[in-house]
């Protein structure tokens, strides 16, 4: 008889190991057992990997479901930001009912925060144009003015690259849009961001050329066990004000664009702050597959 199964084993120092075992019989001339052939393979390694491929998937799945709902859900949400402005514009409330429509507008915001950023995975997107890297992030930083304005946030632009890159202007725009807002939930008042663009080569695989564009805050900085999960979605500091989806999107975007995404901080009192550093090569990206977009929150 033939046998072949797999056995979960427990190592020494505690760690599961998963072995295949298969074995067979020798018989003799009579049929007698003489002896028997057993193999063992280690599995461990394998099991591993199938492990992440079922995670990946499932995110995946999780992804498209959270996307269809939430596009069900932002016509609706839009008819009532709507209905919320006109009964904010009626000239008989009192101070009361005016502090409901504000709680009632503050929520709808977060909701529509968390719809925007689940849509863009699967959101259709005209086709890729040649975009100046410069003029994205300071149609972003237009976006944010009044939040830098009113915080007397210094903002320090080094723009030294006009390069461009083929893109679609939702997903470029839609990942530093995260960045500089995550830069700028991070700063005290009076603290500074600073914008860095230079036309660089991969530093992985310096024949590529590209744009890197460095965003760099002096808030309190990223602790490591934090910056171990920040590319997790989900994962948020923020509380109800965050949906930690920001910086999974953009990752997502970038790597898309063949590009990548790195952080670096340091919460030392003095001296902390954090960067990242974006790489978008200027290969086309027609020539990928289309499926990020998130949202853009300049529209
Ligand atoms: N510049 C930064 N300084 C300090 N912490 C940061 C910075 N950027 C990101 N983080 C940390 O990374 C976490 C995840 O960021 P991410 O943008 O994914 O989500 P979020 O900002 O919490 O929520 P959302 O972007 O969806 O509103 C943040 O909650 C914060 O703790
Ligand atoms: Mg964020």
Redesign the pocket.
């Known amino acids: 008889m033939v046998t072949d199964e797999e056995i979960e084993y427990v190592r020494g120092d505690g760690t599961p190991v998963f072995l295949s075992v298969s074995s067979a019989p020798i018989l003799d001339r009579e049929g007698r057992i003489t002896a028997a052939v057993i193999t063992f393979f280690d599995l461990t390694h394998r099991k591993g990997t199938e492990q992440v491929l079922r995670s990946t998937e499932k995110l995946a799945a999780t992804g498209r479901l959270a996307a269809s709902f939430c596009h069900e859900i932002n016509n609706p949400l839009q008819t009532l930001s709507g209905v919320l402005y006109l009964l904010g514009q009626s000239t008989g409330l009192g101070e009361a009912e005016r502090q409901h429509l504000a709680t009632a507008h503050a929520e709808l915001e977060r909701v529509a925060?968390?719809t925007t950023?689940m849509l863009g995975f699967y959101r259709p997107s005209p086709s890729p144009v040649d975009l100046k890297i410069c003029e994205i992030l300071d149609s972003v930083l237009n976006f944010y003015g009044p939040a830098i304005r009113s915080g007397k946030i210094i903002v320090e632009k080094r723009y030294d690259s006009e390069d461009v890159i083929h893109g679609f202007p939702s997903e470029i725009t839609q990942v530093f849009s995260?960045?500089v807002?995550?830069?700028l939930?991070?700063l005290t008042p009076e603290g500074t961001l600073e914008l860095h663009v230079i036309a660089s080569r991969d530093w992985g695989n310096p024949a590529r050329r590209g744009v890197r564009v460095f965003?760099a805050?002096n808030?309190?900085?990223?602790s490591a066990e934090?910056r171990r999960?920040?590319?997790e979605p989900f994962?948020?500091?923020?509380g109800e004000?965050?949906?930690?989806?920001?910086?999974?999107?953009?990752s997502g975007i970038v790597d898309k664009y063949g590009g990548w995404l790195r952080?670096r901080?340091s919460t030392q009192p003095g001296r902390s702050?954090?960067c990242?550093a974006v790489f978008f090569p200027e290969q086309k990206v027609s020539t990928m597959r289309h499926t990020a977009i998130t949202l853009d929150k300049s529209a």
Do not use: C, Y
């Open positions: 925060h968390l950023s995260n960045l807002g995550n830069a939930g991070a965003i805050d808030g309190p900085g990223i934090n999960r920040i590319f994962f948020t500091t923020k004000n965050g949906t930690g989806l920001g910086l999974w999107v953009a952080v901080s702050g954090t990242f």
